[in-house]
């Protein structure tokens, strides 16, 4: 992968829709092509007034099993992340996603479907500059047992991630993704995972409405419930991997650094965002002059972006 000199958006609109996981609503979502600059944005189609919902770390209101934006109108969007980071890994910018209900839907719980719909229809490359986010000094965040901390990196996000669960089939997972160098497929595809002796506790919370063997893995003790069984030996921590990539996007964006999480979630991401934030002298905003090229991928030195205004 190629860290690119400018924004990207969509070329065209592209529409979907599906149930939401903890709603069991249905809801239709149409991505539209953004403008420079704009970022990604949720646009209630449902409701006629301040139906705008901007991504970003400050506008979340809830990170209880998904992450939930609001406006200052108290207008809400959850269960964001896959989406956010299927449009990170695809490498738009700049969207405003169209929604007629509170919840994106879950789809097949991981973020596999979101990159095959955006995959129908070709990236606008935009006039202006992409803004990368440039980790310089080291970021730690200590919440009990949980933890998470950035360290610099020149050319990417790499992201060091570890479960530990007392189920056996969980255990002890641990996997290292560098989102620039390394191919995805396993990151994309991990799906949502539970125990199966919380889901009574989480439907008493009024959550999971959606929720069946279709979107989510579901451990039993020793045993995954699903017929198909995992789709990878790391799923349930590549999962994890895929949520941090979705919930960083809210940065605004494109980080560079290396991130180490032990036993993360949202809510831990968007603490250490707001550290993050906290902290002005640890990082820069910067623009690139030219193109950061991945040692895994061959020259593309005279490579040139044909920008379309």
């Known amino acids: 992968m190629v860290q690119q000199i400018y924004q990207k958006t969509l070329l065209k609109s592209v529409s979907f829709e599906g149930v939401g996981l903890h709603s069991g609503k249905n809801s239709k979502i149409t991505i539209l092509p953004g403008n420079s600059n704009q970022g990604i944005v949720f646009k209630r189609v449902d409701l006629k007034q301040n139906n705008l919902i901007e991504a970003k770390y400050n506008q979340v209101t809830s990170a209880k099993l998904c992450t939930t934006l609001e406006n200052d109108s108290g207008v809400k969007v959850s269960t964001v992340e896959h989406l956010l980071a299927a449009l990170y890994i695809a490498e738009i910018d700049n969207a405003i996603i169209e929604i007629d209900n509170e919840e ?35 970021i ?16 990417s996000l790499e992201v060091d991630f570890q479960l530990n669960y007392k189920n056996e089939i969980i255990g002890n997972q641990k996997n290292v993704i560098n989102f620039q160098e390394d191919k995805l497929d396993d990151v994309y595809n991990a799906r949502t995972f539970c125990l199966y002796e919380d889901i009574e506790k989480i439907k008493k919370a009024g959550l999971a409405k959606g929720g069946s063997l279709d979107n ?27 949520d941090l990539a979705g919930d960083c996007l809210l940065s605004g964006y494109r980080i560079l650094g290396k991130i180490k999480c032990y036993q993360g979630g949202h809510k831990l991401t968007n603490m250490f965002l707001h550290k993050l934030f ?30 379309n205004a």
């Open 216 to 242: 989510a893995v579901v451990v039993k003790q020793d045993k995954i419930l699903n017929e198909d069984g995992l789709r990878n030996n790391k799923e349930f921590v590549n999962h994890k991997i895929l």
């Open 278 to 307: 906290d902290s002005k002298e640890s990082f820069t905003i910067f623009e690139l002059e030219n193109l950061i090229i991945s040692k895994k991928v061959k020259s593309h030195a005279s490579m040139k972006l044909a920008v």
């Open 140 to 155: 730690e965040l200590i919440d009990g047992e949980r933890n998470i901390s950035i360290e610099p990196s020149e050319t």
């Open 104 to 138: 994106v839907p879950i789809m097949d719980g991981s973020a596999k479907d979101f990159l095959k719909i955006l995959g129908t229809v070709e990236a606008k490359i935009l006039p202006e500059k992409r803004k990368y986010l440039k980790i310089l000094d080291k």
